[in-house]
């Protein structure tokens, strides 16, 4: 799978121009800081009047319109940054996902990985967004501070102290509330869930029928009472913290006021000077939180982008070797193969042999977690075996392309997924040419399958959906039928039906099942199931117990020679004529 990517258009150069814009910027303020002052004491005293006003008024207000402009700039880059930035990661994301080897995605560890990853395009916006924060934050406050000891030295110092106290409380006040809101959700999560089961369509039908809305109610309203209580507490702790941040916000004011005193009394500065000089001393204890928080989540992004880095890392399926088995299927073989999932203490499969031959229906049974899906993932070479082959017409099957496999084989796995396509296009999946109406109305018909949606005016292209009100829903049955249709229309030699009808009763799915052996009569197949009546007219019968075959064999040599199966057989027959016996009753 190959996906589209964008063009590169950001690099490690791609920071210069916005950090340089962002450096830019956060002069203004320490340029202004004069300005202001002298524009201020030629309003008051009417100095300069028609030579010193206006001129300083335009240089203020130039100063404004940069800073603003900058802003609007600095902002347009990131969202382009984040825009364009993003598809590339999302894409690649996309890809990864499709070249990572398949047991890879069946683990823990991938999917959570992949909601990780899935923040990346966010997270780099943010990283990108705080660089520039944090960078136009420094450079205000340096320069600020170097006006102010161009002023007076002690001021400077003094400011430079108040702050660096200010920031030192206001982080050891912030961590006493820091996760507020995770603990609040978290508090909340067995409230939303109790009053889910009491409002929610789901869980209406079971409401009704057990009459548990009281013990439901009574234990809502308790873990309410609770929430109410533990998150009062945090709100409680919450206020007074930032009640204390504005007290010791005033009194840096007050502070910075009494230290600007003495240049102002000895006539070191002006009454506008010292006014100008007062505002950015106050908006510098703004700035220093505002880079403190910009510096707390470039580092929490980088941290969680850490996520993204570590999927791309996750293994990839091996590169196929590119052996040409041609389109016809002349043998499938088994040698001596074992696997084990990762972290299981003993193997699913065992030192399994066997050859499946063209044109013969086979048929593959065993109980509940013998081993049956993980075969089929390694006929197909979804899975590597731990030793030993999988050999597709003498040449390994993980040698071939996804291309190669895709016309050999045509899989319907237990656990199939609905598409929200139309009937047509869910049937045509990994088809050349879309399906026919001719071929579909054979194969649908002799599968039993007449679903709603081919009976309106849209047919076969019909929505599976139920967003539009044109769609049409599936049973479970349906379902499953149609995505065996979607077999018996592929030209792959061989079929691979893993509990095809499990939503099916045992009498329809034998029938099926003969229409299946009628639809695919020269082909090679392998259907799976646990009802031993659907499957006793294949050729040949593989046996598995505890990821060993036990016998491959006709149904009636395997009654007479496999206790094991016999056994499995007779049972069910046993539950089946029980139940006739009480229908009849």
Excluded at 389 to 403: D, F, M
Excluded at 407 to 434: H, I, K, W
């Amino acid at each position: 799978m190959k996906l589209h990517l964008p063009p590169r258009r950001f690099g490690p150069g791609d920071y210069a121009p916005y950090l340089l814009l962002a450096a830019l910027i956060g002069a203004v303020p320490a340029a202004s800081i004069r300005l202001r002052g002298d524009l201020i004491d030629a309003a008051v005293g009417g100095a300069g009047g028609d030579t010193g006003f206006w001129p300083l008024l335009a240089a203020v207000l130039a100063l404004s319109l940069f800073n603003g402009l900058g802003a609007a700039v600095m902002g347009r880059l990131g969202e382009r940054r984040r825009i364009r930035q993003g598809a590339r990661l999302d894409a690649a994301r996309l890809e990864k996902a499709a070249r990572t080897a398949f047991p890879v995605t069946e683990t823990q560890r991938f999917h959570t990985l992949w909601d990780s990853s899935a923040e990346a395009p966010e997270l780099d916006a943010q990283i990108f967004r705080s660089l520039g924060d944090a960078l136009r934050l420094s450079v205000k406050l340096a320069l600020s501070l170097l006006v102010l000891w161009s002023m007076d030295a002690w001021t400077a110092v003094g400011v430079l102290l108040l702050l660096t106290a200010g920031i030192l409380l206001n982080m050891a006040l912030a961590r006493r509330t820091d996760g507020f809101w995770v603990r609040y959700r978290e508090n909340m999560r067995r409230v939303n869930y109790l009053s889910s089961l009491l409002t929610q369509r789901e869980y209406a039908a079971e409401r009704k029928l057990f009459s548990f809305d009281g013990e439901i109610d009574r234990r809502y309203r308790d873990s309410f009472a609770r929430a109410k209580r533990e998150n009062a507490k945090l709100g409680r702790g919450r206020f007074q913290i930032e009640a204390a941040m504005q007290v010791l916000f005033a009194v840096y004011a007050v502070s910075v006021a009494l230290l600007l005193l003495r240049p102002l009394l000895r006539g070191a500065v002006t009454v506008g000077l010292y006014t100008s000089a007062f505002y950015a001393a106050v908006e510098l204890e703004q700035g220093c939180r505002q880079m403190c928080a910009a510096v707390y989540d470039l580092i929490g992004a980088a941290r969680k982008l850490k996520g993204y880095s570590d999927f791309l890392a996750l293994p990839e399926d091996a590169p196929a070797e590119g052996d040409d088995v041609g389109d016809e299927l002349r043998t499938i073989e088994l040698r001596d193969v074992t696997f084990t999932y990762p972290g299981a203490e003993r193997p699913v499969l065992e030192h399994l042999s066997f050859r499946l031959e063209p044109g013969r229906h086979y048929a593959l049974v065993g109980e509940n977690g013998c081993g049956k899906s993980t075969l089929v993932k390694l006929l197909v070479g979804l899975y590597r075996p731990d030793s030993g082959e999988v050999l597709v017409n003498g040449k390994p099957v993980s040698s071939l392309s996804p291309g190669d496999r895709r016309r050999l084989f045509c899989v319907v796995f237990q656990d199939l997924y609905r598409y929200p396509l139309t009937v047509r296009e869910n049937v045509s999946l990994g088809m050349d040419a879309p399906a026919e109406d001719a071929a579909l109305d054979t194969v649908f018909g002799k599968l039993d399958l007449h679903p709603a949606a081919v009976k309106g005016d849209a047919g076969y292209d019909s929505d599976l959906m139920p967003l539009y009100k044109t769609g049409a829903g599936l049973s479970g049955g349906e379902w499953q039928k149609l995505a065996v249709a979607r077999s018996v229309l592929s030209r792959a030699p061989m079929a691979i039906l893993d509990e095809p009808n499990a939503a099916l009763d045992p009498m329809a799915e034998a029938k099926i099942y003969a229409a299946y052996r009628g639809l695919l009569a020269r082909r090679t197949t392998l259907f799976i199931s646990h009802r031993l009546g659907s499957v006793r007219m294949s050729d040949e019968i593989l046996v598995i117990k505890d990821g060993a075959l036990l016998a491959m064999a006709p149904h009636g040599a395997l009654m007479r020679e496999c206790a094991y199966y016999a056994e499995l057989f007779n049972t069910q027959k046993g539950l089946y004529d029980e139940q006739e016996e009480q229908d009849a009753q």
